[in-house]
């Protein structure tokens, strides 16, 4: 069963950081892509960033290139979301979602390529 479990939210004062986690389990890890998604209360869910694990190749929305970073650590079967310089427009649930490699699309993030899901992570950023 593939599990998706994200953690490492919280609640941080704006210009701060933090990293979230993707704990992965349930499929081969180097066949997939993992992407990172947000909504705010209100609003669509959006892509933020995405990483094809085999090749470590990445992909970020142009709005949060430079402040976030996404990495894995392939032995662990964890991707991270690195957020600099957070915003309060950054308060969102982040959710991490999985699909193979070979289904997602080359340089858009699209919530529509991804079958798999966590549950998300609340980040709140205060002014």
């Known amino acids: 069963e593939v599990q998706l479990v994200e953690s490492g939210g919280g609640l941080v004062q704006a210009g701060g950081s933090l990293r979230l986690s993707c704990a992965a389990s349930?499929?081969?890890?180097?066949?997939?892509?993992i992407g990172w998604f947000r909504q705010a209360p209100g609003k669509e869910r959006e892509g933020l960033s995405y990483i094809i694990i085999s090749d470590g190749s990445t992909v970020y929305e142009d709005d949060v290139r430079g402040r976030f970073t996404i990495a894995s650590d392939n032995a662990k079967n964890m991707v991270y979301l690195q957020i600099d310089s957070l915003k309060p427009e950054d308060t969102a649930v982040y959710f991490c979602?999985?699909?193979?490699?070979?289904?997602?699309?080359?340089?858009?993030?699209?919530?529509?390529?991804?079958?798999?899901w966590g549950v998300g992570t609340q980040v709140t950023v205060s002014s």
């Open positions: 979602a999985a699909e193979k490699a070979k289904y997602i699309t080359r340089l858009n993030i699209l919530k529509s390529d991804f079958r798999y």
């Open positions: 349930g499929f081969i890890f180097d066949d997939y892509g």
